[in-house]
């Protein structure tokens, strides 16, 4: 068998193969610690479903999703990736109300170890939260186009003359009524009769 010599002595062939694997397996165990052990971003959008009272409705645009900016090790990271985080604060005691809403690291609960949150977007959030009402609404016809030459639209009937609508407190109280799908009387001469639905 082939022998090296070295300043330490003889060294077979077979054992320095074996130097080699060992160093080898050592430097990739050292360069894939490296790599878990690297802080790294992740952007998340986070789901914002608020718990509300039945009867209630929120009247604001508000966001679906909360973005969060985590850094930390990347194989926690990537197992955070991995995990279904929804934001539920609990309103349902809230009535007929404008409620501030913080979101921060603490709406997410608890976060794996070595997991930080650098930026949450949007942060701060107002919601309107109202009563849903009902109340009956005038119901008032709509034309389009225009009679015949000499005829004019001199009286309507609608049947039923109300209806009931339900929504929220604030904008029923605005409405003074609604209006029906519209019906066409361009060059009419006498009257027309039909059904329509009515646009809310």
């Given at each position: 068998m082939?022998?090296?010599?070295?300043e330490?002595?003889?060294?077979?062939?077979?054992?320095?193969l074996a130097l080699?694997?060992v160093s080898l397996?050592?430097?990739?165990?050292?360069w894939?610690?490296?790599l878990?052990?690297?802080r790294e971003?992740l952007?998340?959008?986070?789901k914002?479903?608020?718990?509300?009272?039945?009867?209630?409705?929120?009247?604001?645009k508000i966001?679906?999703?909360?973005?969060f900016?985590?850094?930390g090790p990347?194989?926690?990271?990537?197992?955070?990736?991995?995990k279904?985080h929804?934001?539920?604060?609990?309103l349902r005691?809230?009535?007929?109300?404008?409620?501030?809403i913080?979101?921060?690291a603490?709406?997410l609960g608890?976060?794996p170890?070595?997991?930080?949150?650098?930026e949450?977007s949007?942060a701060?959030?107002?919601l309107?939260?109202?009563?849903i009402?009902e109340a009956f609404i005038t119901?008032?016809?709509?034309f389009v186009?225009?009679?015949a030459?000499?005829?004019?639209?001199?009286?309507y009937?609608?049947?039923?003359s109300?209806?009931a609508?339900?929504?929220?407190?604030?904008?029923?109280?605005?409405l003074?009524?609604?209006?029906t799908e519209?019906?066409d009387?361009?060059?009419?001469k006498?009257?027309i009769?039909?059904?329509?639905?009515v646009?809310?």
């Amino acid at each position: 068998m082939k022998r090296h010599l070295s300043e330490r002595g003889v060294i077979t062939f077979g054992e320095s193969l074996a130097l080699k694997a060992v160093s080898l397996l050592l430097a990739l165990i050292l360069w894939l610690t490296f790599l878990g052990l690297r802080r790294e971003e992740l952007k998340r959008n986070i789901k914002f479903a608020p718990l509300i009272a039945p009867g209630m409705i929120i009247t604001n645009k508000i966001p679906m999703n909360i973005q969060f900016t985590f850094t930390g090790p990347r194989h926690i990271l990537f197992e955070l990736e991995k995990k279904n985080h929804v934001i539920r604060p609990d309103l349902r005691r809230i009535r007929d109300s404008i409620v501030p809403i913080a979101i921060s690291a603490d709406s997410l609960g608890e976060l794996p170890k070595g997991i930080r949150v650098t930026e949450v977007s949007p942060a701060n959030l107002q919601l309107r939260i109202e009563d849903i009402v009902e109340a009956f609404i005038t119901v008032k016809p709509s034309f389009v186009g225009n009679p015949a030459e000499g005829y004019t639209v001199s009286s309507y009937r609608v049947i039923p003359s109300k209806i009931a609508v339900s929504g929220p407190k604030s904008l029923l109280q605005s409405l003074d009524h609604v209006l029906t799908e519209a019906f066409d009387i361009q060059d009419l001469k006498g009257s027309i009769e039909g059904a329509a639905a009515v646009e809310v």
